[in-house]
């Protein structure tokens, strides 16, 4: 397997980071639409310009084309399953405190995620050697956004030092899990399609501001960015 330690190293600055960010994420919160529109145009634009056409061109030697985009499908109504079953099959009086269970579950989930994909994508084949840190950038300013939803966490349920840290650490979890274990090719194809149909979700779902709220002109520059990078750098080189 490819050198892990830098994408784990990554990781633990990413779980760091919400731990801080929680300090003082009721500071940041003007910026909040700015720091949701780069993040997401910026996934957004690392998902469609290479994680997905590397799953096809690669991906497709060891899944067939059909297991790759019903992976992507599991992965994305998967994760809108879960929520629209917890809110509808719980008596109106458990909803905010079973929805309060399920963010806790999602945060962890959320995030370990991330740090799974991301030892993904750094060992993922015929992509640049700089992807893994160009999406560490918004997987960073997503993670900052998402610390007031640590602080909400806490005001609800008043966790000890410990669960905070322990929520924090969900990002180290996931690459740490993905490097023990050792996914065959196709498992491993089978999982990147699962968590990109996953963050394609959440994605739209939490960090792409809804009706007025967002920059628009924000979201699309930093989009076109990206696309403009994986594009147009290996030309240079």
Known sequence: M???FVPLILSVILSLVYIFSYKVSDKMEKWHEYILSIGSGMIIAI???EVIPDLIENGSKFLSPTAISMSMLLGFAGYHAIEKYTYKHTRKTLVAERIGYLHIAGFFLDNFLEGFVLVL???LPGTP????YVLFIPLLLGDISASGMLRHINDKFKLKSFGLVFLSSSIFFGAL?????????????FALSFISGAF???????ELPRGRKGKLAVFLISLLI???LFVFLPKLF
Do not use: E, Q, W
Request: charged share 10%.
């Open 200 to 206: 394609i979700y959440f994605v739209t779902r939490d």
């Open 226 to 228: 990206v696309v403009g």
């Open 177 to 189: 899990s993905a490097i023990m274990l050792d996914l065959s090719k196709s498992t491993f194809y």
């Open 2 to 4: 490819a050198n892990v």
């Open 47 to 49: 998902l469609f310009s």
């Open 121 to 123: 994508i750094f060992i």
């Open 129 to 132: 050697g700089y992807l893994p």
